[in-house]
């Protein structure tokens, strides 16, 4: 049974949607015709020298900062519905082509990181949906990219209400207190986190404080997508 248990569990997690989740031809996921729309992202830019050379979210050249969090595209069809499809499916598969689609992204960012974490959910969260999307986007993009990822830095610690729904300071107070981190192993770390959509980047400076408390040397963030009304510099 628990073997059977096993082979059903490996089924679903190859499970990819048999059309193009965007334009329904026969395809995984996205077809090549939707890959070669999507939105990407600009690297950034200095917006007062516009110097490309940006790091830790400061520009290297006159210091302005920019913001630590960014995203691979925007959150537009075609990754629109291919983020849905992660939500509803929960398969690796699935997280495994968008997780390949950040990493075809960062070549041209220069941020630099030590490990990689996804942002984590409750673990009783965890437990009601299977799994974390932010991690399975994270698993691929980790392997792609050669950056180690760790599951046991950044934990959970408070139950949120999901933040769809809530407006920025309402969505800052919800997750407020909501994260705690592992000292010994942040400590003078450039760490990463990766999450599916950047929305308003509540999430991610609750979770960057918190990393930072623990001694983290700088946290910045890269996401799957971006709504396109993120505030960029902030
Ligand atoms: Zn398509
Ligand atoms: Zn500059």
């Known amino acids: 049974m628990a073997r059977f248990a096993s082979h059903l569990r490996s089924l679903i997690d190859n499970f990819m949607p048999a059309t193009c989740v ?23 830019r200095c917006e007062r020298c516009d110097s490309a050379e940006i790091h830790l979210s400061h520009c290297q050249r006159c210091q302005t900062p920019i913001s630590p969090f960014q995203a691979a595209t925007y959150f537009t069809d075609p990754i629109r519905p291919a983020v849905h499809a992660l939500k509803y499916t929960q398969t690796a598969a ?7 689609i950040m990493a075809r992204a960062w070549p041209t960012w220069r941020t630099r990181a030590d490990i990689i974490t996804p ?49 920025g300071k309402s969505r800052r107070d919800n997750v407020r207190g909501a994260f705690q981190a592992v000292e010994p192993v942040v400590r003078g770390k450039h760490i990463l986190l990766i999450d599916d959509v950047l929305t308003t980047g509540a999430t991610l400076t609750e979770s960057a404080e918190t990393l930072y408390r623990a001694g983290a040397q700088s946290v910045t963030a890269f996401c799957l997508a971006r709504t396109p009304t993120f505030p960029l510099i902030s």
């Not at 996205?30 to 990407?40: D, K, S």
């Not at 959910?121 to 792609?144: D, K, T, V, W």
């Open 94 to 100: 699935v997280g495994k082509s968008l997780g390949e």
């Open 119 to 167: 942002v984590p959910l409750h673990p009783e969260r965890q437990r009601e949906r299977g799994y974390n999307q932010s991690e399975l986007i994270a698993e691929q993009f980790a392997q792609q990219t050669d950056i180690p990822m760790r599951h046991d830095i950044l934990f959970r610690v408070r139950h949120t209400r999901p933040q769809v729904g809530l407006q």
């Open 22 to 44: 965007a334009c329904q031809r026969p395809a995984s996921l996205l077809c090549q015709n939707c890959i070669e729309t999507i939105e990407w992202v600009e690297a950034p």
